[in-house]
């Protein structure tokens, strides 16, 4: 598993997750402090836009995002891939990797790592458009509840 994010402005470096390693809450909040914070740095507004995993709902990982002065999207509804900027940036990538068909674990990591550094600020712009787009129009349907 790869994480990564991406704001307006940025985005993180990307993180491994060794294979056949879950993720809990304590290693995603060790994700966070590894690659989210020293990203974010001084940035006054922190808005974080995650599914409803349960590392991400954790006593844990809710704690130390208010520890760190990072808001989060509480209502985010379960789904809604449409509506996320980092799930049009994965599918960028995805078909990115794909096109070098990689045959090797080193290979594929590569590929994901030259994609995201092929990842530009206006490509996630353009990306957070849509999605705003989307929550826009979400919000005046019932399907949004």
Same mark, same amino acid.
């Given at each position: 598993?790869? *994480?990564?994010?991406?704001?307006?402005?940025?985005?993180?470096?990307?993180?491994?997750?060794?294979?056949?390693?879950?993720?809990?809450?304590? #290693?995603?909040?060790?994700?966070?402090?590894?690659?989210?914070?020293?990203?974010?740095?001084?940035?006054?507004? @922190?808005?974080?836009?995650?599914?409803?995993?349960?590392?991400?709902?954790?006593?844990?990982?809710?704690?130390?995002?208010?520890?760190?002065?990072?808001?989060?999207? #509480?209502?985010?509804?379960?789904?809604?891939?449409?509506?996320?900027?980092?799930?049009?940036?994965?599918?960028?990538?995805?078909?990115?990797?794909?096109?070098?068909?990689?045959?090797?674990?080193?290979?594929? /990591?590569?590929?994901?790592?030259?994609? *995201?550094? $092929?990842?530009?600020? $206006?490509?996630? @712009?353009?990306?957070?458009?849509?999605? /705003?787009?989307?929550?826009?129009?979400?919000?005046?349907?019932?399907?949004?509840?």
């Amino acid at each position: 598993m790869v *994480w990564g994010a991406v704001w307006w402005t940025g985005k993180t470096d990307l993180y491994f997750v060794n294979t056949g390693q879950s993720i809990d809450a304590v #290693k995603y909040v060790e994700i966070l402090e590894s690659t989210l914070l020293p990203a974010v740095g001084s940035m006054s507004r @922190r808005l974080l836009q995650q599914d409803l995993a349960t590392p991400h709902t954790a006593t844990l990982t809710k704690d130390w995002l208010l520890a760190h002065n990072i808001a989060w999207i #509480k209502d985010y509804p379960p789904n809604a891939g449409d509506l996320s900027v980092v799930d049009h940036v994965w599918s960028w990538m995805a078909k990115r990797v794909r096109d070098k068909k990689p045959r090797t674990r080193a290979a594929l /990591t590569q590929a994901i790592k030259d994609a *995201w550094s $092929e990842l530009t600020q $206006e490509h996630i @712009r353009t990306s957070s458009n849509t999605s /705003t787009k989307r929550w826009e129009n979400a919000e005046t349907t019932e399907d949004f509840l």
